[in-house]
């Protein structure tokens, strides 16, 4: 492993002269000074984003190879594979590395385990992850992990989808005291009975290494992680998804969803309560997903309904843990609300419904010709009075604002009439004989979206008063990219920034029944709010980050057009895209992954441009010479299969 040479090492004369004279006229000695910006170049050279060679002590890493040392070793096998035990199989690198990897299928069932680390004090932690093999075909590897005095395990992935392993980075922390423990992809909910697994994932450990870390790398550190000028990424957490797949029914294995956060750039979470009429709290008047059918039309469904219910019963639903979880490390957290969730079509019609939806059709909206649409219209006073209530509800967890999730429902309103009635009223013509560009329909639909958004404005101050809370309740509305679309479906954004009714507003790029084909008017956000205090927020989707390149480039080009900040939907350390791995031959598997250390850290804007250029992080593969019996050569063995 290569170190990176000090500042003094590459520094001029002519610079150390400057160096003397700013010494001089401050009254330092000269080798404070040096150190200051000895510890400066460091802070930049060893890698903000966490590469292991790039630390000033690489060379002194210690190397766990031998993963059949976990405990207890009753949860290994070095034979056949067995249910609920870790296969033990060597394995051989091409660069002379040695070692015994543990080894688990998506259905073993195998139990945590601990590794024993004996260390003291700060290390950076790194496990290698991968070796599944070609016959995988493109099945992930992931783990599980969590250090002794963590609050709950993170997770991590392979994305090589090669024959090879990936050194992934897991956190930097005081090791005094503390072991690492393993488990794999399987919730202990799911594990008890061998429950079907919605995504079938992998375990494999190759290797855990441990890089010791001087005094000013944890100085650094502990300094970067109170910078709160970097926190300015959000979060949006659907409180669905990661549910639907990881089955969690305990306190701990729910946390499993926001631990990555804690020493990130994502300032704020926003949790949302799943949708308009649909909650996973206790409600009087939300409905949870699945409850009024008990034939759920996937497996995962059926796992987020049972999940819900249970911590209902326990008296520690889903909203109140998510906001406690944010509270602990120190995050603002926001409830998010989709505007138009209320019902969903088959085969999902009886699991995404809600009695509002079922009791109401009086409610809902109607296209020009009649047809009934699959969605509440907000011309309609009871619907916003529904709204305003669930709202209501959810205040009652004091979280520190409220996300209006308009990108993933429009329309808000049609020809029904509700509307229709208005525009006659107003215009004295009938809505449905004019054009649907007609200015009168996006004027009248402003009014009426902006008369709810000073309802809930009013709403948060009125509950911010009975609370007796100091701060306001923040606004959060999340918008469509261009200013035509979001006045043709009545989001008038710049009344409401004039009128103060917003603090932040999030951009979707990509919205159903808008003109994707062109991109985020980043000016007209910057003009609107242009000597205000309101914050513009740019959306970037997880998975469809299609690389390194976009992600960062993208992020920059933001920066500079005036975003405060950047709101990632669904923004997990695993499965949001690969970092292209090098070509390493002929394989059956895809890459699939995050490169979470970048992500997790695009609010150090400053460090943005130095990143692109060094294409750093990089992600490090180490070729496989041998994995169990299997040596990799030219002659491949599964060609007969």
């Known amino acids: 492993m290569n170190r990176c040479p000090s500042l003094v090492q590459r520094t001029s004369p002519l610079f150390l002269l400057q160096i003397q004279h700013f010494a001089a006229v401050t009254r330092m000695s000269l080798w404070p000074v040096i150190g200051l910006l ?69 259905d073993t069932g195998a139990p945590d385990v601990t590794l024993p680390l004996n260390a003291n004090g700060w290390h950076a932690v790194y496990v290698g992850l991968g070796g599944m093999g070609r016959f995988a075909f493109g099945q992930e590897s992931e783990a599980r992990l969590k250090l002794t005095n963590d609050a709950a395990y993170q997770h991590r ?44 994932r992998h375990t494999v450990i190759m290797y855990v290494k441990l890089v010791p870390l001087t005094d000013a790398e944890v100085a650094w550190i502990k300094k970067d992680r109170e910078d709160k000028k970097s926190k300015k990424l959000i979060a949006t957490l659907d409180a669905f998804s990661w549910i639907h797949r990881n089955y969690p029914t305990t306190k701990e294995e729910f946390l499993e969803d926001f631990e990555h956060y804690r020493d990130s750039d994502f300032g704020t979470l926003s949790w949302q309560i799943i949708g308009g009429g649909l909650v996973n709290y206790p409600s009087k008047l939300g409905t949870i997903p699945g409850e009024l059918s008990d034939d759920a039309a ?45 019902q969903a079509t088959p085969a999902f019609e009886d699991y995404f419904t809600s009695r509002f939806y079922r009791d109401h059709p009086e409610y809902r909206a109607y296209d ?24 209501r509800e959810v205040l009652q967890y004091k979280p520190d604002g409220i996300e209006i999730i308009y990108f993933r429902g429009l329309p808000l309103m049609l020809w029904e009439d509700a509307f229709s009635d208005l525009f ?43 609370q007796g809370k100091t701060e306001r309740y923040e606004l959060m509305a999340s918008v469509v990219h261009t200013e035509n679309d979001n006045k043709k479906f009545g989001l008038d954004v710049e009344r409401w920034v004039k009128e103060g009714l917003i603090d932040k507003i999030s951009i979707f790029p990509a919205a ?10 980043m000016d007209w956000f910057k003009k609107i709010t242009k000597g205000t205090n309101v914050e513009v927020y740019p959306l970037m989707i997880g998975w469809r980050l299609s690389s390194y390149e976009d992600a960062i480039s993208n992020a920059r080009e933001y920066y500079e057009k005036g975003a405060a900040g950047l709101l990632f939907w669904d923004p997990f350390p695993t499965g949001m895209y690969s970092p292209r791995p090098p070509a390493l031959g002929r394989h059956y598997q895809r890459a ?12 150090h804007v400053d460090d943005l441009a130095a990143w692109q250029k060094e294409k750093r992080p990089a992600a490090k593969y ?10 990799f050569g030219r002659w491949v063995p599964d060609v007969g299969f």
């Open 38 to 106: 000895v510890f400066s170049a460091n802070v930049i050279a060893q890698n903000a984003l966490f590469e292991a060679d790039r630390w000033e002590r690489s060379n002194d890493a210690i190397i766990f190879s031998d993963m059949s040392k976990v405990t207890p070793s009753s949860a290994l096998t070095d034979k056949v594979r067995t249910k609920r035990h870790w296969k033990v199989l060597e394995y051989e690198t091409r660069d002379g590395m040695e070692g015994k990897c543990i080894a688990s299928l998506p």
């Open 157 to 200: 992935r392979y994305s090589g989808a090669r024959d090879d392993i990936e050194e992934v980075f897991f956190k930097a922390a005081d090791l005094t005291g503390q072991d690492l423990h393993i488990a794999q992809m399987r919730m202990l909910s799911k594990l008890k009975d061998l429950q079907p697994d919605v995504g079938p």
């Open 298 to 342: 996937r497996t995962g469904d059926g796992y987020v309904t049972k999940s819900i219910q249970a911590f209902i019963e326990r008296g520690e639903d889903h909203t109140k843990l998510a906001v406690e979880a944010a509270r602990s490390m120190d995050k603002k957290v926001y409830i998010g609300f989709r505007a138009q969730a209320f």
């Open 368 to 391: 020009r010709d009649g047809t009934p649409a699959m969605r509440m219209s907000y011309a309609v006073p009871q619907v916003r009075e529904h709204i305003y209530g669930i709202l």
């Open 424 to 466: 006659k009223a107003k215009y004295g013509v009938d809505a449905k004989q004019v054009l649907e560009n007609d200015p009168r329909l996006y004027e009248l639909r402003g009014e009426i979206m902006t008369g709810f958004m000073r309802d809930v404005r009013k709403l948060l101050d009125d509950v911010q008063k009975e």
């Open 512 to 521: 159903f029944h808008t003109d994707t084909s062109k991109p985020v008017d």
């Open 592 to 603: 699939v992954s995050t490169y979470w250390p970048l992500v997790s850290r695009l609010g």
């Open 622 to 631: 180490i070729p496989l010479k041998r994995y169990g019996d299997h040596w």
